[in-house]
């Protein structure tokens, strides 16, 4: 899950960042809405529809089935928070600041998320993770307002999900 979730959301921010920059044109501003939606869509068919990369017997393990419930948990809870601050400033009229609000929310829960793992695994790597995320998160709160968040979102995203999922998924199917 959080490889899929990093790559997807990382190439959208990516691509966020192009258009931002105008290195990219879009043939109408809510095509950017779209390219969001089509991460989501991704994420869910390959990391929760496929669960492509998992070791089918691994998915049956007490131990990964605990890891896949929190990190599932901690992604409809950063859905939740995210989808209610969006509708909280658009109601409050601040719709258009509401994107700059996305990433350092994501990337904080990114963090919870490696603090939990390093509790429950009693591995103190996640921790350096956790660290790194709410770092990140302070980093992309300052960055609010410019196209450069979009891109240290990305960049954060790859850090912080896309390596270590992938490092994670690696490892399961060796074993």
């Not at 809405?33 to 994420?43: D, E, K, R």
Request: proline fraction near 4%; glycine fraction near 12%; aromatic fraction near 12%.
């Amino acid at each position: 899950m959080l490889f899929w979730a990093g790559l997807s959301y990382g190439l959208a921010s990516l691509a966020q960042y192009l258009v931002l920059t105008g290195h990219v044109q879009l043939l109408h501003p809510a095509m950017m809405g779209l390219i969001w939606m089509g991460a989501s869509g991704i994420f869910v068919m390959f990391g929760f529809v496929f669960k492509v990369g998992s070791d089918p017997l691994l998915l049956t393990r007490p131990s990964v089935k605990r890891f896949r419930a929190v990190w599932g948990t901690l992604i409809i809870g950063a859905a939740v928070v995210i989808a209610a601050l969006m509708i909280m400033m658009i109601r409050f009229g601040a719709g258009a600041e509401a994107a700059f609000v996305i990433s350092p929310v994501a990337i904080s829960i990114y963090g919870i998320g490696w603090r939990v793992a390093a509790l429950m695994t009693g591995k103190r790597w996640p921790n350096l993770l956790s660290l790194g995320c709410f770092a990140g998160a302070i980093g992309l709160a300052l960055l609010a307002g410019q196209p450069e968040q979009s891109l240290a979102y990305a960049v954060c995203l790859t850090f912080f999900a896309v390596l270590p999922g992938l490092a994670l998924m690696l490892r399961q199917n060796a074993n």
